[in-house]
């Protein structure tokens, strides 16, 4: 028989066993049926569909980046439609991930507290200057500042942590174009934005914006403290903050650990409505402020990218 003709058998024969042998060499393939190891094959498909969002995750995300920075050195009509229409999604998207993991309390937070109210004044069509200062205020001071304090993270790939950034950055974005660019941020929206020449204001950029913030504590404190208290595994805010920081416990008693967490809520929106109220009057002031906090938000974005890859290698779950 003919080395050709043993070869064949040879192939055959191991068909049955997966395993497919080539004759003169100690090479082979595997060829193993999807249907002996269902968990495997499911796996495997797990990771590649995940691969294939996070692929399109950061086109998408690069393509965002793109575009709202032409939107906001030229076409700065851009921003409102596509907050108004973005926003709703990716929230929409992101509480129903977060339902899934029992992090829906999160949700709660005042981030989307201030987008909704920026939401209410762009649909609103009699809202004058005094809620655009308040929402102004809101937008480039706790919100802004808390992408850079709460490490917000670049990474181009996870749309999770892409939807974090846009909820911060977004509404500064847009009361940046608002501001300084009103006709032109109008030009194709529902209504006209009020030019306001006005600088300081006490009241609305600064009493007015605290005081929201006060209220919107006084509720997160009774949803989350009085009326739901989760537990286990459902994470909050605040319960993912005691746990991290020993320091919230400085006071002892059932609600000493609440007055550390709503006091040190309350000194940050103090301290970063400041730079909020300088921005409002100062151009250059409210660039470099945008483009600060973009920088570390940036920089949080290498560091994941270069420590976690480096240390733990890619995972789709990541």
């Known amino acids: 028989m003919c080395t050709t003709e043993k070869a ?3 192939r055959c024969k191991c068909k049955k066993k997966g395993r497919l042998t080539i004759d ?12 002996e190891h269902p968990q495997e094959t499911k796996a495997l498909d797990k990771e590649k569909n995940g691969r294939v969002l996070e692929k399109t995750v950061f086109v998408l995300t690069s393509v965002g980046i793109i575009l709202l920075t032409h939107g ?5 009509w851009i921003l409102p439609i596509t907050f108004a229409t973005l926003t709703p999604l990716l929230v929409g998207i992101k509480t129903f ?10 949700m709660v937070d005042f981030c989307y507290f201030a987008n ?25 001071g706790p919100v802004l500042v808390a992408a850079a304090v709460y490490r917000n993270s670049l990474v181009y790939h996870n749309h999770d942590k892409i939807t974090s950034c846009y909820i911060h950055f977004l509404p500064a974005l847009l009361t940046f174009c ?15 934005f009020i030019t306001d020449d006005s600088d300081f204001d006490v009241v609305w950029l600064y009493a007015v914006p605290l005081a929201s913030f006060f209220v919107h504590s006084a509720l997160y404190c ?7 208290r989760p537990r286990e595994p459902y994470v909050t805010s605040y319960s993912y903050l005691a746990e991290k920081y020993n320091n919230l416990k400085c006071i002892d008693g059932k609600w000493g650990q609440g007055l550390v967490y709503y006091g040190m809520n309350w000194l940050f929106c103090l301290t970063s409505l400041l730079p909020a109220v300088l921005a409002y009057s100062y151009f250059s002031v409210h660039c470099t402020l945008i483009a600060l ?26």
């Open 72 to 76: 906001i050195t030229w076409a700065q």
């Open 97 to 106: 991930c977060y339902w899934k993991n029992k992090w829906q309390y999160f």
């Open 293 to 318: 906090v973009f920088l570390v938000v940036l920089w949080n974005g290498a560091s994941y990218y270069v420590h976690v890859f480096s240390e733990r290698g890619f995972n789709v779950s990541e």
């Open 116 to 140: 909704t109210l920026t939401l209410v004044y762009l649909w609103l069509p009699d809202a004058g200057g005094e809620l655009f200062r308040v929402v102004f205020a809101l937008a480039n």
């Open 222 to 228: 009774l949803i989350i403290n009085v009326v739901m």
């Open 8 to 10: 064949k058998i040879k």
């Open 24 to 35: 003169g060499s100690d090479a082979y393939f595997q060829l193993e049926n999807p249907d």
């Open 178 to 192: 608002i501001r300084w660019f009103p006709e032109s941020t109008s030009q194709f929206w529902v209504k006209d």
